[in-house]
């Protein structure tokens, strides 16, 4: 690149002289035009802002491209699409060379033979466009099939706009599991890449979340994690998936849609082998996972893209710990209120008497009054760490349907020089664990491998709060 790479957006009448057989109507008055406006290195996805023009039912906008030469290594071009899903448009497009020139009309169907796929990738927003969504592919159409078991798999993200703030992203994915363990979890991470032409492999990890528990049940899910991080316009994003075996089963993947409205992505995705990241391509929506690696996979960029939703503002409402219950427990340093803030002042409890040794002598139930009944997501986060010997630490989630706990997470505590574990859950089958007054009860379980008796460890809570997301 040399900098002087520029593209010119105009919009025209259809009004001008017949062309094609049969004949119809050219581009004739000009309705706006961009002028020059700088464009960057790669695969990328520009949102330009139009002032106020009012627009025909049908008209037509034009690309002409300046500072390249049009060759190999120096050239800029758009990208064939499907049919819009909003508006429509046929398999065809308008081109000429120069503007004193008349337009030529040309017919360009690369459809797989199910799908026209001839439309130059645009979309048109009469207010502006989304003011907080800067890569949304949840919006596609795609398989809700296992497209892959890996432990870890991704896809590119090319953002939109100016402000690349991530408070809030989501992606959707399907799971087989038959029979849960609880430990079924995914890890979201935000790795920058290499400014190649059609973009390196992951290089810096950017953001990473605590692991998030998978939902059993088929069909299609979501999960979303709020990173809070400023992001580069062109990142890999990628689910790491923990306690699967990723056989018949026991799997969990993502789910392949059609191309993201705003944002864009190549035709690739990533997934992680022994060799480290690797880029694999696919497209073909009548692909069978299970033959996987055959090469068939075709390159009609239908369903190539995994389905993600990248917004700048946090949608999730904190929903702070109302009423507590120590039902077993010694008070030992701090209060329940000190789980309000992620700042190291630590609620301590330290073990209760208890009648045997398989009865955990911490154990805790804090309720939360949620502001509505129906939210579309809830997620559970809970920071803390031990004192003494090793502990581990159970949460669950009471099941009003089935009047019992149900395991979200077990694990280990950290102590000493070691950060807090913290781990953000997903609440599943939502209508299940909300209860009268919109209720949820949280209740934290603490023991240790071997019993030490009643004063020689504690469990040390740091933050807990659950995301209403409406």
Sequence with gaps: PTGSESIHIRFYSLDGPPVGNPPRPSPGTLIWDSGSIPVLFGWRAQRILVPNVVVPDSFAWSASFEGTTGDPGDRIGLRYMGAPTTGSSDTSVWTRDDPALPWNFMVFDYSDGTTPYGSFGATFWADGGPTDVFYDNTVGTGRTDTVMNTTEFGDDAVFEG???????????????????????????????????????????????????????????????????????????WTVAWGGLQQVPGDSASLIAKTGPIPGASSESFWTKTEAGMSQYWFGNPTFDPTTYPETDWGFNFLVANLSAKFQTTSFATPVEHGVNTVLKGLFSGGWHADMDQSDNRYWSISPGLVASLTEDPVRIVVEHALPGSSPSGLNLTVESRRLGPPVYQILEVWNYTTARWDLLDQGDLPAGADPDRTVTLSIPSLPDHIGPGNNVKIRIRCNTPRFHGVTLWSALFDREYLDYVP
Excluded at 173 to 192: H, K, N, P, Q
Excluded at 201 to 217: D, F, N
């Design 162 to 236: 100016d402000d690349r703030h991530a408070g809030a992203f989501t992606f959707e994915y399907v799971s087989d599991i038959l029979t849960a363990t609880g430990g079924e979890s995914a890890t979201v991470r935000f790795y920058s890449r290499d400014e190649t032409l059609y973009g390196g492999p992951p290089s810096t990890l950017l953001y990473e979340s605590a692991p998030m528990t998978v939902a059993r049940g088929p069909g299609a899910h979501s999960l979303s994690v709020f990173p809070d991080v400023d992001l580069p316009d062109y990142v890999i």
